[in-house]
C-alpha cells in the first residue's frame, strides 16, 4: 500500500540526505512493512508543496502509546492514537 505524507523541508532534506531513517508520526493511520511512505515537502510557511516528493519502503512499525513532551499533537490526540516510529528504506 501506498500512504502519501506532508513533510516539512527540514525532515525532508534530512531523508534525502540519508540522515534521517525513519519516521516519527502520529499513529492516525494504518502502516505496516513492506508498504511504502510518498513524502511530500510541505512549505509551513507558504502552506504549499514544494513540488520535491519521494518514496521510502517501509521496513518496521513500532507503536508506542507515552510520550507526553510532544509539542506537535494534542494530549487528546496522543491519548486517542499513540505514535508509530517508521523504519525507512529503499
Known amino acids: 500500500m501506498k500512504i502519501e505524507k506532508k513533510t516539512w523541508p527540514e525532515y525532508f532534506s534530512a531523508i534525502i540526505d540519508g540522515k534521517k531513517t525513519y519516521e516519527f508520526r502520529l499513529n492516525d493511520f494504518e502502516c ?19 513540488g520535491r516528493v519521494i ?26 492514537y499513540g505514535f508509530q516510529i517508521i523504519s525507512l528504506g529503499d
Open 32 to 50: 505496516g512493512e513492506g508498504d511504502v511512505l510518498v513524502l511530500r515537502e510541505w512549505n509551513p510557511e507558504t502552506e504549499e508543496y514544494t
Open 55 to 80: 518514496e521510502k519502503k517501509v521496513l518496521r512499525v513500532d507503536k508506542i502509546k507515552d510520550f507526553s513532551n510532544s509539542s506537535f499533537c494534542s494530549k487528546e490526540e496522543i491519548e486517542k
